[in-house]
């Protein structure tokens, strides 16, 4: 049910416009073949039956919200109304691709859940941002649209830093909080891409706001780059792992409107590697906006860590410690573009690194203590979610839900 029709015709357009954001082209024809064409083109698409909603939405007002709450909640089936954009999502939505396997979709996403929550809390959350920031297009959207330079805390708690665990959209999408939240990512990107253009948003320039390449790097930056960071502690998946972490991830593409052609052949993180290569190659340098991004992010953390009942270390500490993940994660090049600051933390990286992996190597010895491990970390973040209550998506998305505002 994806949009593979209009995906063809792009794919076969020969002659497309080489918009102004695109670099270093010829060397990614050079590595990836055909991949690199295709990828020029998907910066003009967003996703239309999404966008269809938005604009189905401004035209019936609350009721129009009204009707899609209700679809999203319970399904296209029991709706007496059935607005055709709203209807169509729904369609989409609710069509199981046959690729999907339910039983995974009930275990959730065992390779982020194995994890400490201390560990992804350092992590996970902050390397996505940063990584996602390091785009100039995306950077200049969100400061243009969600002035996210001053609601960084707003953000991170809506992502999960802070609270034990990954949230939306990592949590499982067999329960109805995960699929809703996900859904509420996907309607407001829809949202933010109509604001953008009606604002007069540089297609030539940039593309569409929030194209198609560009909800593939931030699927990448939920799949491959939190890994990256925890790998620099010690945290690495087994093949295994890997695989059952993109099956699963392959259907939070979908159900965020991704173009399969883009996430259907990443099956492992050397996959995942070589489709952030082509997006990185490609991508102007980090600018104003990301290193702004970027340090506000990074102040947020260290706040939300350090102002925990019993934090494990004063914000200084943490906030080098967070520096150390992030220059080990990226290198010292793009960690300088992005104004990180240099970490005397890289001794304290390597033993907790050794620590980690030691403990690791014990934990996935057996089927039996990775399935013991498994329960030990759920338990975990269990607590942590009585400790706060878990709000599906966060009060941006909330809000989103009942209103159709950005913020």
Not at 42 to 52: E, Q
Not at 164 to 184: F, I, L, N, Q, S
Not at 361 to 376: G, I, N, V
Request: charged letters at 20%.
């Amino acid at each position: 049910m994806t949009n593979s029709g209009a995906l063809e015709r792009l794919h076969t357009n020969e002659g497309s416009k080489i918009l102004g954001r695109v670099i270093n082209l010829d060397q990614a024809r050079a590595r990836h073949g055909d991949k690199a064409d295709y990828m020029v083109q998907m910066l003009s698409a967003g996703d239309p039956l999404a966008d269809a909603v938005i604009v189905e939405m401004d035209t019936l007002g609350r009721e129009g919200r009204r009707i899609l709450n209700a679809g999203i909640a319970d399904g296209l089936k029991d709706l007496t109304e059935r607005p055709p954009a709203i209807a169509a999502l729904l369609q989409q939505l609710e069509t199981m691709p046959a690729w999907v396997d339910p039983a995974m979709l009930g275990r959730g996403e065992v390779a982020s859940l194995s994890v400490s929550p201390l560990w992804y809390e350092l992590c996970a959350i902050g390397s996505a941002l940063v990584h996602t920031y390091a785009s100039p297009v995306i950077a200049r959207l969100l400061t243009q649209t969600g002035r996210l330079t001053t609601v960084a805390p707003r953000r991170l708690a809506e992502t999960g830093c802070g609270q034990g665990r990954p949230r939306c959209p990592v949590d499982c999408c067999a329960e109805r909080p995960g699929y809703h939240a996900t859904v509420e990512v996907r309607l407001l990107h829809a949202r933010i891409r109509s604001s953008a253009l009606k604002h007069g948003w540089d297609t030539a320039e940039w593309g569409v706001p929030i194209s198609q390449v560009d909800v593939a790097r931030t699927w990448l930056d939920f799949t491959l780059t939190p890994f990256r960071a925890l790998a620099v502690l010690g945290i690495e998946l087994t093949e295994t792992e890997q695989h059952s972490l993109y099956q699963y991830w392959h259907y939070i593409a979908y159900l965020l409107g991704l173009e399969d052609g883009f996430y259907r052949g990443v099956t492992d993180h050397a996959s995942a590697r070589e489709l952030g290569h082509l997006l990185d190659l490609t991508i102007g340098a980090p600018d104003e906006n990301s290193r702004a991004l970027t340090a506000a992010m990074v102040g947020a953390q260290v706040e939300l860590l350090a102002s925990a009942p019993q934090p494990l270390m004063p914000r200084a500490e943490f906030s080098d410690l967070i520096h150390g993940i992030l220059r080990r994660t990226f290198g010292d090049d793009l960690a300088d573009q992005l104004g990180i600051p240099v970490s005397s933390a890289a001794p304290f990286l390597v033993m907790i690194a050794l620590a980690n992996s030691e403990t690791r190597r014990w934990q996935t010895f057996t089927p039996q203590s990775t399935a013991q491990a498994l329960q030990e970390k759920i338990a975990e973040r269990r607590s942590a979610d009585h400790r706060s209550p878990d709000i599906p998506g966060g009060p941006t998305y909330q809000r989103h839900a009942r209103t159709g505002a950005l913020d």
